[in-house]
């Protein structure tokens, strides 16, 4: 079984840990630079292209010329969400989103999709997203766009590993309900207004649905929570995944969901200052999370692994935990969450833990499968540049020497960064959630 506790705490764990250790925490000399001519080109195309989406989006019709609006079903994802055919207005403004979005994917100069996916491909990876999303707003027409996008991203690793290995995109409920996961539980844990035994009432309940035990629930959220959890469980063990993993694979991935809640558990003593916790301490708790959050979505896209492959999917759960713990410095420092990156006492440990980080990723992706190299080598540049921008926008935490030697190797210079930080929250406004989500509906409309 791949999610056996002893296999992950005593052969995995320990050798993502010793890769880390061993990375070097030098500033890496492996990174290309970009050019004083290339970020003014790559800013032009940001610019231009915020601008283009900012009038189309001004352009959307208004409530009165739209058909009334019922819920997308989940069963059929490919009905319009319209009762009635659209307005012209607005079937014409969708299509024209649909020829926006679709052109700057395959114009786009910083990420480099159009080099590592095939139009069909990427046609692909598009309608797979969009069909997500409509499960999304059938499933929580409640939620907020702000969680919809960090469910919508548990869905993209998923959809990187599909194209990783040369299988096709799709959204089969078990990764419906995996991907909604998050959101609905730890937001739920990190809310302060739901008391301690609420919180252990939940905990249980996730516990007990996953063990197959009966249940309570309390609430409207307990019940979503459950049905999430049965969306996994209704298509495992399946024909695929017993080719794939053996006639435990039902049994296997219930033992990984019960080994993730055990995780996002031990992470909540980050934030206990009650407990004394070491470096090392902290480091496993990241590990240990990191990891199995992806390679659990890995296990779903029902493809046999080799120890190598397991090793790689496991320490890129971890790469990706600490790129969010450097995006969140700031926000962890302020409430007291300590993790290898808040805890650095000074700018020069800092710098020295994003240098290692560099290091490690070189390191983690001389395991990674190769049967699609010309996608190995675009996932491994955009490591580097999600490290490279996670860095800048903590930057307040970094000294200026660093965030120049930094600057020499991002897409943009780090004004141009700031710039744009400064202009989103007026570029998309959170005041205008409602009128956003109707966009967002209208959008997934199939033409």
């Known amino acids: 079984m791949i999610f056996d506790k002893n296999y992950i705490t005593s052969a995995l764990l320990p050798r993502i840990r010793g890769l880390w250790l061993s990375s070097q925490d030098t500033f890496p000399d492996f990174l290309s630079p970009v050019s004083l001519e290339e970020k003014r080109n790559n800013e032009a195309w940001v610019t231009a292209a915020m601008e283009?989406?900012?009038?189309?989006?001004?352009?959307?019709?208004?409530?009165?010329?739209?058909?009334?609006?019922?819920?997308?079903?989940?069963?059929?994802?490919?009905?319009?969400?319209?009762?009635?055919?659209?307005?012209?207005?607005?079937?014409?403004?969708?299509?024209?989103?649909?020829?926006?979005?679709?052109?700057?994917?395959?114009d786009e100069p910083i990420l480099g999709i159009c080099k590592a996916m095939s139009e069909d491909s990427l046609t692909a990876f598009q309608a797979s997203m969009k069909d997500f999303l409509r499960q999304v707003r059938s499933f929580a027409p409640e939620m907020k766009p702000e969680d919809m996008g960090q469910a919508l991203r548990n869905f993209m690793v998923y959809s990187i590993f599909r194209e990783q290995n040369g299988l096709p995109q799709?959204?089969?409920?078990?990764?419906?309900?995996?991907?909604?996961?998050?959101?609905?539980?730890?937001?739920?844990?990190?809310?302060?207004?739901?008391?301690?035994?609420?919180?252990?009432?939940?905990?249980?309940?996730?516990?007990?649905?996953?063990?197959?035990?009966?249940?309570?629930?309390?609430?409207?959220?307990?019940?979503?929570?459950?049905?999430?959890?049965?969306?996994?469980?209704?298509?495992?063990?399946?024909?695929?995944s017993v080719?794939?993993?053996?006639?435990?694979?039902?049994?296997?991935?219930?033992?990984?969901?019960?080994?993730?809640?055990?995780?996002?558990?031990?992470?909540?003593?980050?934030?206990?200052?009650?407990?004394?916790?070491?470096?090392?301490?902290?480091?496993?708790?990241?590990?240990?999370?990191?990891?199995l959050s992806v390679l659990i979505d890995r296990f779903f896209?029902?493809?046999?692994?080799?120890?190598?492959?397991?090793?790689?999917?496991?320490?890129?759960?971890?790469?990706?935990q600490l790129c969010d713990d450097l995006q969140d410095i700031g926000e962890d420092k302020g409430n007291g969450s300590r993790t290898l990156l808040s805890s650095c006492l000074t700018p020069k440990e800092t710098a020295a833990r994003v240098n290692r980080l560099f290091s490690y990723t070189a390191g983690l992706f001389d395991l990674c499968p190769c049967r699609n190299p010309a996608f190995r080598d675009f996932l491994?540049?955009?490591?580097?540049?999600?490290?490279?921008?996670?860095?800048?926008?903590?930057?307040?935490?970094?000294?200026?020497?660093?965030?120049?030697?930094?600057?020499e190797y991002l897409p943009v210079s780090l004004s141009f960064l700031s710039e744009q930080k400064e202009k989103l929250p007026t570029a998309f406004p959170s005041g205008n959630e409602e009128r956003i989500l109707e966009m967002l509906d209208a959008f997934l409309i199939e033409s």
């Open 52 to 106: 283009r989406l900012q009038r189309h989006m001004k352009a959307f019709p208004s409530r009165s010329r739209i058909a009334v609006r019922l819920p997308f079903s989940r069963k059929q994802p490919e009905q319009a969400a319209y009762s009635q055919s659209p307005a012209p207005q607005l079937q014409k403004w969708t299509q024209e989103m649909e020829s926006l979005f679709h052109g700057l994917l395959f």
């Open 170 to 240: 799709d959204c089969p409920s078990s990764i419906f309900g995996y991907s909604m996961l998050y959101p609905f539980t730890d937001n739920f844990l990190d809310d302060p207004k739901h008391t301690s035994e609420e919180k252990k009432h939940f905990n249980l309940l996730i516990h007990h649905k996953i063990s197959g035990l009966p249940i309570t629930l309390l609430s409207l959220h307990e019940e979503k929570t459950a049905q999430l959890l049965a969306d996994i469980f209704a298509v495992y063990p399946s024909p695929e």
């Open 301 to 320: 896209i029902n493809l046999k692994m080799t120890e190598e492959e397991i090793l790689f999917y496991f320490g890129f759960g971890f790469l990706l």
């Open 243 to 291: 080719a794939s993993y053996g006639e435990a694979s039902g049994k296997d991935i219930r033992q990984g969901l019960l080994l993730m809640l055990e995780a996002q558990e031990i992470s909540q003593k980050q934030a206990d200052a009650s407990l004394f916790l070491t470096e090392r301490n902290i480091m496993d708790i990241s590990i240990y999370k990191g990891g």
């Open 380 to 407: 491994l540049q955009n490591c580097h540049e999600l490290i490279l921008t996670s860095a800048a926008g903590s930057g307040s935490w970094f000294d200026e020497a660093y965030l120049k030697k930094l600057e």
